[in-house]
């Protein structure tokens, strides 16, 4: 059974990490959210108001986090999601997860980033000629870290699965599914 690091924070975005982790679950698999605490983590919803320049927030669910950061051992985990929202803003400070986000990285495991969560991809320094489709918002940043912004549902790039905002997340979901699934199917040799 695969096991999933899903990160999230304060202000994570309600359907950035609800989807995913039910989607995951639905498939078997266990699913982690990892935060900075191990705490009940408050979500906010990103929605679009005819008239408005860009997204506006509004109160989301609550979520549990299972694990903190510190906690995480990255080498007990198959695929690692970055969930959007206004959270990766300061996630990327966090030096825990920057270890954590290397390690994923590094070994060639499943990525996958939504939206915001892709600011904690380029303060990991993991972007460099890599595609990435993110919020156009992002897009100066994204060329900044070095990679090819994409204004597409998704964009794949080796284990690097991405996709705008909450609204490509059956796409997005699809994608990371099949980037995890030839993962898993390689013998445990091949994946370190």
């Not at 900075?36 to 005819?50: A, G, N, T, Y």
């Amino acid at each position: 059974m695969a096991r999933i690091l899903l990160v999230a924070g304060d202000a994570t975005e309600s359907l950035d990490t609800w989807y995913p982790y039910h989607r995951l679950r639905e498939e078997g698999m266990e699913v982690e959210i990892a935060a900075p605490e191990r705490k009940v983590l408050s979500s906010v919803i990103h929605d679009f108001e005819p008239g408005w320049d860009t997204y506006v927030e509004k109160p989301g669910y609550r979520i549990p986090a299972d694990i903190a950061f510190r906690d995480v051992r990255p080498e007990s985990y198959d695929g690692l999601i970055l969930s959007g929202g206004r959270a990766p803003e300061y996630l990327r400070n966090n030096l825990e997860l920057i270890r954590i986000v290397r390690h994923f990285m590094e070994q060639g495991k499943p990525v996958a980033a939504l939206c915001h969560g892709s600011l904690i991809l380029a303060a990991a320094q993991a972007l460099d000629g890599k595609k990435i489709a993110t919020y156009e918002a992002l897009a100066p940043d994204m060329k900044a870290a070095g990679a090819e912004f994409q204004d597409r549902e998704v964009a794949v790039d080796g284990n690097l699965v991405s996709s705008r905002t909450w609204m490509d997340l059956p796409f997005f979901m699809r994608e990371f599914l099949k980037v995890l699934r030839s993962f898993q199917s390689k013998p445990a040799a091949a994946r370190a």
